[in-house]
């Protein structure tokens, strides 16, 4: 009946954080700052949600790809599941920039692949779509992109679309794991 519920949220007001700037600043000299506890994002946009094997959660994911204008950064443990993969270059095809940060080694025929190694495993699965615009997507869950995933496993993706400040909350994450790791360059 339902394969992917779609949830509108009214956007609350900002949060407030002082800039880490200031934080510098009001420390004593040759403080270590601890990271500032995690706080809350504003809710807003919309939601969608697919649980597999019994409702189309690889569709879920394909679908922003599609409709994705001018970046694509991608977190993913291992990345076997040929639909996503046929997405993402056809994005790149369409000028959409694709970046892709692996747990193993992964390749996407002409997409610059960062291989995590920092850490005994980097699990996420994550794209971030458009961050910054008005449009902004973040997928996420526990929906591997692999061949099983879909037709074997009992998983869950969300689509968390038009939300700017989670979006670029997830892009530094994406960014911060990018920067140390080697790039394995584009594969053809």
């Not at 056809?90 to 959409?96: D, F």
């Not at 679309?161 to 989670?166: D, G, H, K, S, W």
Request: proline share 6%; aromatic share 6%.
């Amino acid at each position: 009946m339902r394969s992917a519920a779609a949830v509108r949220a009214l956007c609350l007001a900002p949060r407030l954080a002082l800039p880490l700037s200031l934080l510098v600043a009001l420390a004593p000299a040759g403080a270590q700052l601890a990271a500032p506890p995690a706080l809350p994002f504003s809710a807003c946009g919309t939601v969608q949600v697919a649980f597999a094997p019994w409702e189309d959660a690889e569709g879920l994911v394909v679908r922003p790809i599609g409709e994705a204008q001018r970046q694509i950064l991608v977190q993913a443990f291992s990345f076997t599941r040929q639909r996503i993969a046929q997405a993402l270059i056809g994005a790149r095809r369409r000028g959409v920039e694709v970046l892709v940060t692996a747990d193993r080694e992964q390749a996407v025929p002409g997409i610059p692949v960062w291989r995590e190694t920092r850490h005994a495993a980097a699990h996420s699965k994550v794209m971030i779509i458009d961050a910054g615009t008005r449009d902004s997507a973040v997928i996420t869950g526990s929906f591997n992109w692999t061949a099983g995933a879909q037709r074997r496993n009992a998983q869950n993706v969300l689509v968390l679309r038009r939300n700017r400040e989670l979006a670029s909350a997830y892009e530094a994450n994406w960014r911060h794991q990018a920067q140390a790791s080697p790039c394995a360059g584009s594969r053809k």
